[in-house]
């Protein structure tokens, strides 16, 4: 999830009672819930380095004693005051392990099991962003600031903001659950349907950002991928979807996935789609690009390797984007 996403769910859970358990829990919990994010530094070097990097180790659940260590030990440092360790780092491991549960929620994924399994986790059921989560967290934020206005102006004692943090963590839970449930449903429609007359090899449902009932659904087989964006509410049309038929194997693109640009690229790629072009230069060239279809589609693509190859197959260029295809 999004930063501010993991500040507020920190703030929730310090109101909600562990500022009461532990002292200074505010300030351990906002800088645990962001720790394992530190990952930030490799997109220092190059976007490719940070996409190796993003969601590793700093992510796994080996590592969040270490992360919930390190906001507890900034905390203490710069308050110079004691505390009691055990659970300011318990406390700490809490903001930890929210930040890795909701970051397991979405589409972008987590390698929890680093560093015994690189395997990517992801329950496909949020986005990194989402809208739904932010106004209520903001709404329990803006609350209770508001009941501490009005109890001043009346002389009255201001709440805590103890249930409003309550009811944003049932909210998460609650939501969460639901979302699970709408996930498995769609993606329960897309395997009952036959697509071009074929059964398909693999089947994914993305959410929308806004829309809890709306998907995108992902169909794939030998010959083809679908993508479809398509309602929970009204009935499957399993021939609405855009088709996007896959390059026939050849040597450009074999020697494509053997740079190291692609060698990377696809250690992350879940839903990786090849598209071959030809080039004006190097005359006689191709252009090998690779996408994945979880940040957009062949008519508009994100996250994209490219190698361009010379007639002899011979890489001339590689680069990895998070953007759009440069114009051609």
Same mark, same amino acid.
């Given at each position: 999830?999004?930063?501010?996403?993991?500040?507020?769910?920190?703030?929730?859970?310090?109101?909600?009672? =562990?500022?009461?358990?532990?002292?200074?829990?505010?300030?351990?919990?906002?800088?645990?819930?962001?720790?394992?994010?530190?990952? $930030? *530094?490799?997109?220092?070097?190059?976007?490719?380095?940070?996409?190796?990097?993003?969601?590793?180790?700093?992510? !796994?659940?080996?590592?969040?004693?270490?992360?919930?260590?390190?906001?507890?030990?900034?905390?203490?440092?710069?308050?110079?005051? @004691?505390?009691?360790?055990?659970?300011? /780092? /318990?406390?700490? =491991?809490?903001?930890?392990?929210?930040?890795?549960?909701?970051?397991?929620?979405?589409?972008?994924? *987590?390698?929890?099991?680093?560093?015994?399994?690189?395997?990517? /986790?992801?329950?496909?059921?949020?986005? *990194?962003?989402?809208?739904?989560?932010?106004?209520?967290?903001?709404?329990? $934020?803006?609350? #209770?600031?508001?009941?501490?206005?009005?109890?001043?102006? $009346?002389?009255?004692?201001?709440?805590?903001?103890?249930? @409003?943090?309550?009811?944003?963590? =049932?909210?998460?839970?609650?939501?969460?659950?639901?979302?699970?449930?709408?996930?498995? +449903?769609?993606?329960?429609?897309?395997?009952?349907?036959?697509?071009?007359?074929?059964?398909? +090899?693999?089947?994914?449902?993305?959410?929308?950002?806004?829309? #809890?009932?709306?998907?995108?659904?992902?169909?794939?087989?030998?010959?083809?991928?679908?993508?479809?964006?398509?309602?929970?509410?009204?009935?499957?049309?399993?021939?609405?979807?855009?088709?996007?038929?896959? #390059?026939?194997? !050849?040597?450009?693109?074999?020697?494509?996935?053997?740079?190291?640009?692609?060698?990377?690229?696809?250690?992350?790629?879940?839903?990786?789609?090849?598209?071959?072009?030809?080039?004006?230069?190097? %005359?006689?060239?191709?252009?090998? %690009?690779?996408?994945?279809?979880?940040?957009?589609?062949?008519?508009?693509?994100?996250?994209?390797?490219?190698? $361009?190859?010379? #007639?002899? /197959?011979?890489?001339?260029? %590689?680069?990895?984007?998070?953007?759009?295809? +440069?114009?051609?």
């Amino acid at each position: 999830m999004d930063n501010l996403t993991h500040t507020l769910t920190g703030l929730m859970l310090s109101r909600a009672g =562990l500022n009461r358990w532990c002292p200074r829990a505010t300030p351990i919990l906002l800088l645990a819930v962001n720790a394992p994010d530190a990952d $930030i *530094v490799t997109a220092l070097w190059t976007a490719l380095d940070y996409l190796d990097s993003h969601r590793g180790i700093t992510h !796994s659940l080996a590592a969040a004693p270490v992360m919930a260590a390190l906001a507890v030990a900034i905390v203490r440092i710069a308050g110079r005051k @004691s505390f009691p360790w055990l659970r300011a /780092l /318990l406390t700490g =491991l809490v903001g930890v392990l929210s930040h890795l549960a909701m970051d397991w929620t979405n589409t972008y994924g *987590v390698r929890l099991l680093l560093p015994f399994s690189s395997q990517w /986790l992801q329950l496909h059921i949020t986005n *990194v962003v989402d809208i739904w989560i932010w106004t209520v967290l903001i709404l329990c $934020i803006v609350g #209770p600031l508001l009941g501490r206005l009005v109890s001043s102006e $009346i002389g009255a004692k201001p709440g805590s903001g103890r249930g @409003s943090a309550v009811f944003a963590l =049932l909210f998460l839970v609650l939501y969460t659950g639901i979302r699970y449930t709408l996930h498995e +449903r769609a993606v329960n429609t897309l395997n009952s349907h036959v697509y071009e007359g074929a059964v398909p +090899r693999r089947v994914a449902a993305f959410p929308h950002f806004a829309n #809890p009932f709306l998907w995108i659904g992902y169909v794939e087989n030998d010959r083809f991928v679908i993508v479809q964006r398509f309602s929970l509410l009204s009935a499957f049309d399993p021939a609405g979807g855009e088709v996007f038929y896959k #390059p026939t194997p !050849s040597p450009a693109l074999d020697a494509a996935r053997r740079t190291a640009t692609f060698t990377r690229y696809l250690r992350f790629a879940q839903f990786a789609f090849f598209q071959l072009t030809p080039v004006e230069r190097p %005359e006689g060239g191709v252009r090998v %690009e690779a996408m994945d279809i979880r940040f957009g589609q062949p008519s508009a693509p994100r996250f994209v390797a490219t190698a $361009i190859l010379d #007639p002899s /197959l011979r890489v001339v260029e %590689e680069s990895y984007t998070f953007g759009p295809l +440069r114009p051609r």
